[in-house]
Structure formats: structure tokens, C-alpha cells
């Protein structure tokens, strides 16, 4: 083919940066191990809950660049992933719960919506729906949107000042837009937000943020700063509960509730909460009209190939 035989520099580039991080990782050493923390902290200021290399698009403009940025911009020029057996990753909490940031990038947005949308987030301390919905999973309320309102979590989130108005005036937009249709653009700023498909059971893993109160069987967990999480045992079949002690832990099956509280020594909640369970689909019954499409304005032709189910009494009509 003649030529001078030259490298192309970017990819000479991009294969040793793959084959840098494989041998640190494998190793198992120091800058491994710093590895690890560099890319725990990316995913979690990405707010993807799918791993950000294994995943490598859309493109994370919303967040500063780096050497693991662009190592993920390079597999995704070649077409490829990497799978990272130690990545850590947010948790999904519950049934039809999602990623924001990940739903937010699936519509048109211009990068600098994007920067209010992570100033935003990162503010609030939120990663999924299920992180800033009540706990019935059928709404957000009005005002955990407004900047005034932020999620109590053990996580190390990076250091966000107050954002801007105009940064919660996008995030209430974009949850218009995609996750709360049915709400007018022109209600109060401090409105709640009705979610289109609610959200059903919850999941048992790690919660990504310390809610006031849960509930596990018969003990609802309630947490105070500075004391912890302080439990109540059920009495009989009214809704209270009375006061036990303080947890050093919460069961991991534990999901998070609304209550009312009577006094420091008991608490009152409604009956849990059970998503209604949806029927399954079957075959409709022979000669069950499932819908009427006949234009009676002008005359009906009908028409039928003569089937005949002898022992249920139907003929086949059209």
C-alpha cells in the first residue's frame, strides 16, 4: 500500500491507556486501589446507577473531564466496554425505580442544562426517583424542588454550593417532561409533582439515602441526627407503636414510610403499604366483544366463515 508506516498516536494512545488501568487492577496495589476510589467518585457524581464504563453513552459533558472520562470517551469511539469486578454503582430502590440523570439525558438538552440539572442533583444528594418520591412512590412532593430541601446520606457527595434558581427551574422541566406528565408547567414552583407510572415494591438493598422512617415487620425505624436510628415495637392491631431503643442498624428488607408522631415515646402509621397487584392478561372467553368498530352511519355488511363450538352454543359473526 506504500506510505511511511506511522502510528496513528490516538489509538497507540488508547491501547495503552486500557492496558494502564488492566495492570494496576490486577495488581491489586496502590494506584489500583486509587483507581477504584477515582471511579467509585466519578460514578456517583455522574449519577448513573448503570457502570459508567460498561455503559459508555451518552457522553458525561456534565461532569469535569479526566483521565477515566476520557478513557470512557475512547471506548466508545472503538465500540467497546469494560467490566470492573470491584466498581461500586447506586443502587435501584425499588420496582420502576430509575436513574435521573439517566432518564434526563434520553430527551434534547443543551449542555448547559445539563450542568444545572448535575448542580441540581448533587445539591439535593439524590440519585434515583425512588431517592426524592414519597414513600407511596406516586408522587414528589413540591419542596424537595424548590433548593431548599437536601437528603440526609453516609455517602461523601462532592462539594456543591447553593445552585441557582434557574437550576431547580430546569430540574422541575425536565421531570415535567419526562417522569411527572401530567402536571401543567404553570402551577406553584412548590407544587407537588404527580408521577406518571408510579413506582411498586421495595427492593432489598442498600438505601441510597437515610430516610426519616422505615418499617420492618412489626418495628419502625426512625432516624434522628445525632442519636441515630431509634426503633418502636407494634401494640396490637391500632397503628401504634411504642418506644424500644436505639439500633446501631436497620435491616436491609426495610422500607420507608410516613407517620405521625404522638410523642417522643410513640408513634402512629397507617397499614403498610401494598401495591395492588395487577391481574394477569389471559385468553378472553369465544364470543366475549372486546371492541365495537361497526360505523352505523351507513349500512352494516356482516360475514362469517361458519365456525361453530357445538358444545359452548357460539357461531363465529363479523
Known amino acids: 500500500m506504500g506510505g511511511l508506516a506511522l502510528p496513528d498516536c490516538y489509538t ?6 486500557i492496558k494502564y488501568m488492566i495492570k494496576h487492577l490486577r495488581w491489586d496495589k496502590t494506584i489500583g486501589g486509587d483507581i477504584l476510589t477515582t471511579l467509585d467518585n466519578i460514578q456517583l457524581a455522574s449519577g448513573f446507577t448503570t457502570p459508567i464504563l460498561e455503559k459508555v453513552s451518552p ?9 477515566i472520562i476520557d478513557l470512557r470517551d475512547r471506548l466508545n469511539t472503538i ?12 443502587k435501584l430502590q425499588r420496582v420502576k425505580d430509575f436513574s435521573l440523570m439517566e432518564r434526563f439525558l434520553r430527551v434534547k438538552t443543551t449542555p448547559q442544562e445539563r450542568k444545572l440539572l448535575r448542580m441540581a442533583l448533587h445539591h439535593m444528594r439524590v440519585v434515583t426517583l425512588a431517592d426524592i418520591a414519597d414513600p407511596t412512590g406516586t408522587y414528589i412532593p413540591g419542596d424537595r424542588l424548590t433548593g431548599t430541601w437536601r ?18 427551574a430546569t430540574l422541575r422541566r425536565l421531570l415535567r417532561n419526562t417522569i411527572c406528565q401530567y402536571d401543567s408547567p404553570y402551577q406553584p414552583i412548590d407544587s407537588d409533582l404527580s408521577i406518571t407510572e ?53 435491616p436491609i428488607h426495610a422500607y420507608p414510610i410516613s407517620i405521625v ?58
Open 79 to 90: 465500540g467497546a466496554t469494560m467490566w470492573i469486578e470491584d466498581s461500586w454503582q447506586p
Open 12 to 17: 497507540r494512545q488508547t491501547q495503552h491507556h
Open 151 to 168: 437528603a440526609n446520606t453516609a455517602w461523601e457527595w462532592p462539594k456543591q454550593p447553593q445552585p441557582p434558581k434557574k437550576a431547580f
Open 198 to 250: 408510579p413506582m411498586g415494591e421495595w427492593l432489598p438493598v442498600e438505601r441510597n439515602v437515610i430516610h426519616d422512617c422505615l418499617r420492618y415487620d412489626d418495628t419502625i425505624y426512625c432516624y434522628s441526627p445525632g442519636e441515630g436510628f431509634i426503633s418502636y415495637s407494634k401494640r396490637g392491631e391500632s397503628g401504634f407503636f411504642n418506644l424500644t431503643s436505639t439500633v446501631e442498624s436497620v
Open 261 to 318: 408522631m404522638i410523642d417522643k415515646n410513640q408513634v402512629w402509621t397507617m397499614k403498610r403499604f401494598r401495591r395492588q397487584t395487577q391481574p394477569i392478561p389471559g385468553k378472553p372467553a369465544p364470543g366475549r366483544v372486546l371492541f365495537d368498530n361497526l360505523n352505523r352511519q351507513g349500512h352494516i355488511k356482516g360475514a362469517s366463515d361458519g365456525s361453530l363450538l357445538r358444545d359452548d352454543g357460539i357461531m363465529t359473526a363479523g
Open 59 to 67: 457522553t458525561l459533558d456534565h461532569i469535569d473531564n479526566g483521565w
